[in-house]
């Protein structure tokens, strides 16, 4: 299974980024994605980092209802598997798309907070594609930063007008690393580097 085989809500140029990200993990080195789906970005994910590389997916791992079909150019590999109202229970999906991948660990995040109780090794790329709302985001950011290891990287998806959130948040992260976050071309993916 490759990430581009994996149904999900990033397009093939978002996939092409994350891959690109983890290409710059070291070896023995540790992922925290938060928000994870069906797997698509935790495959890019795995494909681009070191096989030593730990991969954390932390989710609710609840079910998932999409309304509609996405766009063409994102997730929409096998027409049949997106259908209207349909009801997928995202920890199976997971499982099914990422059996391949030893180093992609889930992390089932109890419905009930609005934080993983992390307790896993320091932390080289956070990515962050959960509520894209705030306070849920914001938490988890200020949570996660005590993990980071100096020169890691912070990135994440959805940085565009529908999600204010994020962009605000965004804002945030260059205030507090005093770096400019760096924007891709026809994509809503977003990365800071940090360096403490």
């Not at 299974?1 to 070896?27: C, F, N």
């Not at 994910?45 to 070191?50: I, K, M, Q, Y």
């Amino acid at each position: 299974m490759k990430a581009y085989d994996v149904p999900g809500l990033s397009t093939k140029k978002d996939i092409d980024i994350v891959y690109e990200w983890a290409r710059t993990v070291p070896e023995n080195g540790v992922i925290v994605e938060l928000g994870t789906m069906f797997g698509r970005t935790a495959v890019a994910l795995a494909e681009g980092a070191p096989a030593s590389a730990k991969i954390y997916c932390i989710d609710y791992f609840d079910e998932y209802i999409h309304k509609s079909p996405p766009s063409q150019g994102q997730g929409l590999v096998d027409v049949g598997f997106w259908q209207p109202d349909k009801t997928y229970n995202t920890e199976i999906e997971f499982t099914k798309f990422t059996k391949d991948y030893t180093n992609i660990i889930p992390l089932k995040l109890d419905l009930s907070l609005k934080v993983y109780p992390y307790d896993k090794e320091p932390i080289d790329l956070l990515f962050l594609d959960c509520a894209h709302v705030n306070p849920n985001d914001l938490m988890n950011i200020i949570y996660f930063k005590s993990f980071l290891k100096p020169n890691s990287l912070i990135c994440g998806h959805d940085y565009s007008n529908a999600f204010p959130d994020v962009i605000k948040n965004v804002r945030t992260l260059e205030k507090i690393y005093k770096t400019t976050v760096t924007l891709y071309h026809n994509s809503s993916m977003w990365s800071i580097r940090i360096k403490e």
